[in-house]
């Protein structure tokens, strides 16, 4: 719940949004929001130190009364009456400045559970959409912020609850004490009962809340999915059927809400046991207390303790307990649990001219013993050489194997790939075989199911090693841009690039008509106000101004027009060490030294000149209509 | 052939008027006097558990204000030392106990009560948006309907109770007031003194935390829009190993949030403080001069404590003002539910076009007009039975509404459509949607699993059509890649746009009908794939006729005809090879023949980028 656990926590797998299950959700918020306020005590005793305030003020309702009535009114002193009732709204008076300072200590208990929470949230929903991509909704992400105001509030309304119920009811009892010690007797049987029942009542509450709160939820999920395809429904003709199964989930929903609302009835009866039996008790205990000394006025006060200050505090306390509550515990005890770590930084990519030692090459040795050297195409690192400081990287692929989950055909079977130093390869192939799993792997995003992939830096002969270089870069075919100044969008992937090189990029790609709409570096870059065509030109430039040994573009320019993508693919080739363009346009592959056919079992790679002359989905699949490319 | 379709219209009239009866019955229909607002409409539905409401509310308020009386009289008769006032205690006693008896009703009756409207409500709205047009209920924006079918009809069931819970939390106060007013006059007259500051003080508290929580909201919106881009640039953010920067830069604004929400804690605390003292100075004042009455003699003890009673009573305006809230709440929800539920239902005469009919499309001077534009005008088009039609144009020139209004997502302003003869319009639904088969480019898929995605429709296939219609759309191959395979729970399936586009060919080729429209269905896939289901089209339906709006030549060159469209109008159909002579028909192509691998061409954003 905390903000300084998410980094500190290694734990790793399992979201932290779950269902969870009702039985036990106590112990687990608990749990966690033990140290929470154990590391705020500080926090927890100023607020209760302001609401002495409160304690005195309301001791001094029911002790003034009594006193102006004994000493005053009735003792035909009116003076004296008047200056005890005067005492009493005098006590108030403090309140209008102290409660502001109650909230802002207020503040420290609630404000760190909410940037706890949006913490744990966003590294939560950062891990999702990393591990498991097709499951992140940009939907759930609005929910998760949703739940964390929904515990700041309920958070807040049960400490202020609470607070008030404990100061003020401690000041009715100290004044029940002070009036006559024998009203406590009267008292405190029917307001412990009453507490007694409303805890008992408090557990089925909450799992009724529970129970409502997740029929709501599943609800809407529904709901959301089919406002956003009604006109699938119309068309396909399945509206019956889908308003069946919401007529079941509202169903369920209205269940859940009875069931609620039962038992908000048996809490009114808990509240009156507190709240009003007292007054009740104390009218027929009255002859008794009367007999033991008690004075009228004393009768009074004792009469505003219980009904002006005891029974509004404690109907405050109970209704936060019983719906603010439920609710909180339901919200917090989705962020409980360990937090996802996300993966640390990759290893920075060298800036231009540093040297591109690699740490990694000796430990990887020895597991290269029995890769045989890779046969260098001569010409293939010449466009390398004239990119300084970063030594292309080639990468070989044994037998590498990859499927999605147990029960699926794999998307790669056995694929055996020599990517050389400095060359340019592009991969093409019919939808679904495996062109972006095979970047992913490339680029060292992702393990393969069975085989090898191994990195070999540099020189033929030199180690081969089991993780990409520093300074891989993939770009995946949907550009992240983000709102933020352009420099840093630009900046993303090597934080020190000069503005000059910057600059240069930016012009390299025909990109200055952007930079001057949106007013140079310094400005704000908005995605939604840029096509997807432009946001995959600045994460080209984005590639264009980080030194890397290894790039992997899969469909990156699947937006731009051809011409443009001409321009991004030369600019690329000639910056980066190896290139690896998984194609989108016939164009991009005959750019390539080599082309990578995959279909499926069929697997074919050779020049482009080659392919063309020799394999038929080749053809098929760069000689198919278009006539205007 | 025209005598079939005269009969269907009899009997269809039929079936309207008990349709029509139906739905007088049930009230299932769009209510008359939904202008009188939905309050009456829930009140008509439930209105015992609504009077229950209002009754023991009312019963309960004015037992508790007989109860301050009651009090003080037992009090009077307790301190003057006579015989002990057990039949005043009881009464006492009494008094509470139907009170808080008659509240626990209101809350098991109000919550029974409001859950039940909602469901009825939520039910109704659904039916209202699955009847109508599909483009009249996509006047709301998914988020928007979604929040109008959850939250909003919670809110608007909830009128009935809200307003019987106003009138019993007016009771009160008024109450109080006359209370006080009959107990003693000067006491009541000290208490009128001290209100106006208390309504100024309400007006103060709801202008300043406006005010405070606009600049918090803004932070919480930059927190959430950060977290969007970077959720939605996961694949950069894994693959730059990005992703702890990007935690700090996404809880970055906690700082600037933590600010200002300790402000809107500052400015609550300022308006609580003032009414936690203005409650109290009142009070003693009411008390000061009952005691100065006391002193004269004017006024027992006992009155003293039931003047104070009512004192409080009356000040406790706020739960009028919260009662008010939520009743206006209530029935803004109400309004907002209001153009759910009035959605014009879909009309159909029964009739169904003759059994076995080869399936010609025919349609006669369609038009369509929106917001004063003609996106259609006068389209006369035929499509003999089993051949199919490539519908060409560039975009916005009306393709995918000609599709709509083919099949009858869309109702044309004028002219008709006609399948085999029969105007759709007079076709029962169920038949036109087991007839005619859609599949989009961007589909929305319904169903736990892959393979309930691909059998959602008017009928259930059976696992083998399945698969083989998967297969048909080529779909069959990444479906096996799947973690398990066709039982893969869709939530759990990742897809491409393209392959999302093959399950909807998938579910449109498990229900062949007569008509098979493709709007834009294969853009997502390469060229080579489209072949495969193109030729698998050409097999499998050898009796449908097809409607396919077409971006690619080739596309349009495999159909038997093409229909080339500009400013909504049918410029000229004909061969594909016979319209290629015409350099402006080829110009419509022109930088939208580059093979789409995923998702809708863009043709835009290749346009702007190439400024």
Known sequence: ?629 | MSGEPRRKDRRAEQEERAAQERRAEGGDGAPPDERRGLLAALLRRRPWPAAGVLLCGAGAALAALALPAALGVTVDRLLSGGAVPWQWIALCAALTLTEVALDAAVALLGGVNSARLTRWLRERALAGVLRTEPHRAAAFTPGDLTTRLTATTTAAADAPVAAASTVCAVLLPVGGLVGILLTDVWTALALLAGIPPLILLLRVFTRDTTAATADYQRAQATVATRLSEAVDGAATVRAAGTARYEHARVTAPLAELDVHGRRTWRVYGHAVGLSSVLLPVLTALVLAVGGLRLAAGALSVGELVAVSRYATLAVGVGAVTGALGSLARSRAAGARLGPVLTLPPFTHRGAAPPPGGPGTLELRGVAVVREGVHVLRDVRLTVPAGSSLAVVGRSGAGKSTLAAVAGRLLDPDAGDVRLDGVRLADVDPVVLRSEIGYAFGRPALFGPTVADAIAFGTRRPDPGEVRDAAHAAAADPFVRLLPHGYDTPLEDAPMSGGERQRLGLARAFAHPGRLLILDDATSGLDTATERRVQRALDRHSTRRTRLIVAHRVATAARADRVAWLEDGAVRAVGPHTRLWRDPEYRAVFHGESVPEQSGVPAVEDRTEAAR
């Open chain 1, 1 to 629: 719940m905390t903000a300084d656990t998410v980094t500190e926590t290694t734990a790793s797998g399992g979201g932290t949004l779950r269902p969870g299950s009702r039985r036990g959700a106590f112990g687990r918020v608990w749990r966690e929001g033990r140290p929470f306020l154990w590391r705020r005590r500080g926090a927890v005793a100023r607020l209760g130190a302001w609401s002495l305030v409160e304690f005195t003020q309301t001791f001094l309702t029911g002790f003034g009364v009594a006193q102006a009535l004994d000493r005053g009114f009735l003792a035909g002193r009116p003076g004296v009456g008047l200056a005890w009732l005067a005492l009493a709204a005098v006590a108030a008076l403090p309140a209008a400045v102290t409660s502001r300072a109650l909230f802002s200590r207020l503040a420290d208990l609630v404000e760190p559970l909410r940037d706890g929470l949006v913490r744990r949230a966003s590294a939560g929903a950062l891990h999702e959409a990393l591990t498991r991509p097709e499951r992140a909704h940009t939907g759930a992400v609005s929910r998760t912020s949703h739940q964390s105001e929904i515990a700041r509030d309920g958070w807040a309304g049960l400490v202020m609850a609470l607070r008030s119920c404990v100061f003020a009811g401690a000041g009715a009892l100290v004044g029940l004490a002070v009036l006559a010690p024998p009203l406590l007797l009267v008292v405190l049987p029917p307001l412990v009962a009453g507490w007694v029942l409303f805890a008992a009542t408090l557990a089925p509450m909450a799992a009724r809340q529970h129970a409502y709160l997740e029929a709501d939820e599943r609800l809407a999920a529904y709901a959301g999915a089919l406002a956003g395809g009604l006109r699938d429904v119309a068309a396909t003709g399945g509206g019956e059927r889908l308003a069946g199964e919401y007529t079941a989930l509202t169903r369920a929903q209205c269940d859940a809400a009875r069931a609620l609302a039962r038992w908000s009835a048996v809490r009114v009866l808990a509240l009156a046991l507190c709240g009003r039996v007292p007054p009740l008790a104390l009218l027929a205990a009255t002859p008794w207390l009367l007999g033991t000394g008690m004075t009228p006025g004393a009768l009074v006060g004792a009469l505003t303790y219980l009904t002006v200050s005891l029974a509004p505090a404690v109907q405050a306390l109970m209704t936060a307990l019983g719906t603010a509550g439920g609710r909180l515990l339901v919200v917090l005890d989705r962020f409980t649990g360990r937090v996802p770590e996300l993966p640390p930084a990759r290893a920075a990519s060298a800036d231009a001219g540093a040297d591109p030692a690699e740490p990694g090459a000796t430990s990887a040795d020895a597991g290269a013993t029995s890769v045989a050297a890779v046969p260098r195409r001569p010409g293939a690192g010449v466009r390398a050489e004239g990119a300084p400081g970063h030594a292309p990287c080639g990468v070989e692929l044994t037998g590498v194997s990859f499927a999605y989950g147990p029960g699926a055909r794999p998307v790669l079977d056995g694929l055996d790939l020599t990517v050389r130093p400095g060359e340019h390869l592009a991969v093409l192939g019919p939808s679904g075989t495996g062109k972006s799993t095979l970047a992913t792997l490339l680029a060292g995003d992702l393990s393969p199911g069975g085989g090898l992939v191994r990195w070999r830096p540099g020189e033929a002969g030199a180690g081969a090693r089991p993780g990409p270089p520093a300074g891989t870069v993939l770009l995946p075919q949907h550009p992240y841009v983000f709102t933020g100044p352009l420099r840093d969008n630009l900046r993303y992937l090597r934080p020190s690039a000069p503005d000059a090189e910057l600059a240069r990029a930016l012009a390299v790609l025909g990109l200055e008509p952007l930079l001057r709409r949106l007013g140079g570096l310094d400005s704000l870059v908005e995605p939604a106000r840029l096509s997807m065509g432009e946001r995959q030109l600045l994460v080209a430039a984005r590639a264009l101004v980080t030194p890397s040994p290894l790039l992997v573009m899969d469909e990156a320019t699947s937006h731009v027009d051809p011409v443009a993508e001409h321009r991004v693919e030369t600019a690329l080739a000639a910056h980066a060490g190896t290139l690896v363009v998984v194609a989108h346009r016939p164009s991009s592959a005959r750019r390539a030294d080599r082309v990578l056919l995959l279909d499926g079992p069929r697997v074919e790679c050779g020049p482009p000149s080659l392919l063309a002359r020799t394999s038929s989905l080749y053809r098929e699949l760069t000689g198919a209509p278009p006539p205007a490319v």
